[in-house]
T-cell receptor, first 116, second 116 residues
Framework: AQSVTQLGSHVSVSEGALVLLRCNYSSSVPPYLFWYVQYPNQGLQLLLKYTTGATLVKGINGFEAEFKKSETSFHLTKPSAHMSDAAEYFCAVSGGYGGSQGNLIFGKGTKLSVKP | KAGVTQTPRYLIKTRGQQVTLSCSPISGHRSVSWYQQTPGQGLQFLFEYFSETQRNKGNFPGRFSGRQFSNSRSEMNVSTLELGDSALYLC???????????????FGPGTRLLVL
């Protein structure tokens, strides 16, 4: 069975500082991994996803994540935080198989605060 | 293209009542998934529909049910509401044409249900 662990329910950074949000996964099959962002009172927006191929994945809004199989990690980074990055971030692994989209298994989320 | 739409956005019900939530996927998307989001349990998968058939189901009691229509629109129903059913219910759609579990799910803004 797949699972996701996000380390740190709250992360606070200063504007312009590096953003690092940690995600570790457990999967018995090659994982498909996703990062979503949720702004207050909104749904989830996909930042980036890893399926196969290049392990460094670039997403929207300057975010990127690196898939490290040996560490079972998929940490999200951004070189320089903006105030607009303040939101909740969710790491997810796809529970699907075969031709099914399946379900997404989410971590508990990390709330990112950005200080001026 | 219009995004995923969910109606209503907000709903207040009392214990014992039933509720129906509606989701219209992105045009051309044939797969619809539902998730429940609560502060305590986080994001949890409810069920997935494709071509009017339930393909996958999460670990929720039978009070939670859903269906999908021929135009891919979906509804979920919760009967005999309990206080613990208060949550944000998110719907997500995807193409489900060969992408399999690597496919991207696009989320709607959610329906916030409050059970009194």
């Amino acid at each position: 069975a797949q699972s996701v662990t996000q380390l740190g329910s709250h992360v606070s950074v200063s504007e312009g500082a590096l953003v690092l949000l940690r995600c570790n996964y457990s999967s018995s099959v090659p994982p498909y991994l996703f990062w979503y962002v949720q702004y207050p009172n909104q749904g989830l927006q996909l930042l980036l996803k890893y399926t196969t191929g290049a392990t460094l994945v670039k997403g929207i809004n300057g975010f990127e994540a690196e898939f490290k199989k040996s560490e079972t990690s998929f940490h999200l980074t951004k070189p320089s935080a903006h105030m607009s990055d303040a939101a909740e971030y969710f790491c997810a692994v796809s529970g699907g198989y075969g031709g099914s989209q399946g379900n997404l298994i989410f971590g508990k989320g990390t709330k990112l605060s950005v200080k001026p | 293209k219009a995004g995923v739409t969910q109606t209503p956005r907000y709903l207040i019900k009392t214990r014992g009542q039933q509720v129906t939530l509606s989701c219209s996927p992105i045009s051309g998307h044939r797969s619809v998934s539902w998730y429940q989001q609560t502060p305590g349990q986080g994001l949890q998968f409810l069920f997935e529909y494709f071509s009017e058939t339930q393909r996958n189901k999460g670990n929720f009691p039978g009070r939670f049910s859903g269906r999908q229509f021929s135009n891919s629109r979906s509804e979920m129903n919760v009967s005999t509401l309990e206080l613990g059913d208060s949550a944000l219910y998110l719907c997500a759609s995807s193409l489900a044409l060969g992408d399999g579990p690597a496919g991207t799910q696009y989320f709607g803004p959610g329906t916030r249900l409050l059970v009194l």
